[in-house]
């Protein structure tokens, strides 16, 4: 996933790369859906999948740091914008299990979720008179 994360990472739109992220994310979990469960398993401890998830996490921090910058939203928590994204992801790649859903659909529900979220943020950007985001 972390391969794939960084081939995203090199799309030079900001706002593609941030839809191939949400896609990868959901293709790798329905490509390898036994280490998806893994990597997600609540028998594994918690601390080390957040430490073997951390390259991960910080590719989409990265991203989620320049994709703020060029569309001038001021995240006021980058942590918990991540985590935001991230959770978005993960039950979206979970729906992708299910046989209504499948991989495809579940690729395409991620970006428009994300993409859904990304305007919600750009929206409440300090230069339209709002709040930031958190």
Known sequence: MLTEFRQ??????TDRRMMRIASEYVRFAGEHPHLYQVMN???????????????????????LT???AAHDVVL???????EILW?????????SYLGNVGNDRARR??????????????????????????
Request: net charge negative; glycine share 6%.
């Open 87 to 95: 959770g978005t992801l993960y039950g979206i790649a979970s729906l």
């Open 76 to 82: 006021a928590d980058p942590d918990q914008a991540c």
């Open 109 to 134: 529900l991620a970006e428009q979720a994300l993409r859904a979220i990304l305007l919600g943020w750009r929206t409440e950007a300090p230069a339209n008179g709002r709040p930031t985001s958190s």
């Open 66 to 68: 320049t994709w703020s």
């Open 41 to 63: 398993d609540p028998v594994v401890d918690a601390d080390e999948r957040r430490r073997v998830a951390e390259p991960a996490i910080d590719v989409l921090k990265e991203l």
């Open 8 to 13: 995203a990472a090199q799309e030079p739109d």
